[in-house]
């Protein structure tokens, strides 16, 4: 089945512990991209990446990190967490950059 | 920066059309207007997108404006299982996708 995973799917954390949420697609899309969705504030994209070893800001980058460095995998990482970074988070991928984009169901994270 | 305006929330009779509008006044020439849609705090999903002709799927039309400045989203007969935020995103500069805060539709029965 076609589909874009995340994990974990909930996760609660402290202030300051480093963190991964790993973002996986079997679709063979080029485009991957992460967003954050918090209340009032809609859907913000973080990062985004063209193509393997390819990626560049959205816009709200700070405080986050990505690699690509195969064409299935886009994780998200939290080097240094803060509650300000509790959120919900979307990792998608499409076949092209302004093609359909396909969701994952999304990592649900507090950080105390 | 083509971002787009949106209602904040619309109802809509259950059984009847409902149109969700969207401004994107600076799109530029090249680009694509999307629509999706998100239940509860699920991903986001596709329902359609055009670029300057009128597109129709299963799911929705899209009708653009011959200036592109505006566009609308059709759903034809609306359901209780529609109720939804619609975000009406066009690319951004560079390669971002801008979904902004979207239309809370509601259905009535």
């Known amino acids: 089945e076609a589909q874009v995973t995340q994990n974990p799917r909930y996760l609660i954390t402290v202030t300051g512990k480093k963190l991964t949420v790993t973002c996986s697609q079997n679709?063979?899309?080029?485009?991957m991209s992460w967003y954050r969705q918090d209340p009032g504030l809609g859907l913000r994209q973080i990062y985004y990446?063209?193509?393997?070893?390819?990626?560049d800001k959205g816009d709200v980058p700070e405080g986050y990190k990505v690699s690509r460095k195969e064409k299935r995998n886009f994780p998200l990482i939290l080097e240094s967490p803060s509650p300000n970074q509790t959120s919900l988070y979307f990792c998608?991928?499409?076949?092209?950059?302004?093609?359909?984009?396909?969701f994952g169901p999304g990592t649900r994270l507090l950080v105390l | 920066d083509a971002k787009t305006t949106q209602p904040t929330s619309m109802d809509c009779a259950e059984g009847r059309a409902a149109n969700l509008p969207c401004n994107h006044s600076?799109?530029?020439?090249?680009?694509?207007v999307y629509w999706y849609r998100q239940i509860h705090s699920q991903g986001p999903q596709y329902i359609i997108h055009?670029?300057?002709n009128n597109e129709t799927n299963e799911m929705a039309s899209l009708i653009i404006t011959e200036d592109r400045k505006s566009s609308t989203l059709i759903l034809p007969h609306a359901t209780l299982r529609d109720t939804a935020v619609y975000y009406c995103?066009?690319?951004?500069?560079?390669?971002?996708?801008?979904f902004g805060t979207g239309t809370s539709l509601t259905v009535i029965p």
């Open positions: 998608a991928s499409s076949p092209r950059w302004q093609e359909t984009q396909y």
């Open positions: 679709m063979n899309h080029e485009y």
């Open positions: 990446s063209m193509n393997v070893e390819v990626t």
């Open positions: 600076t799109i530029s020439g090249n680009e694509y």
């Open positions: 055009g670029l300057k």
């Open positions: 995103i066009v690319r951004v500069v560079g390669n971002q996708f801008y």
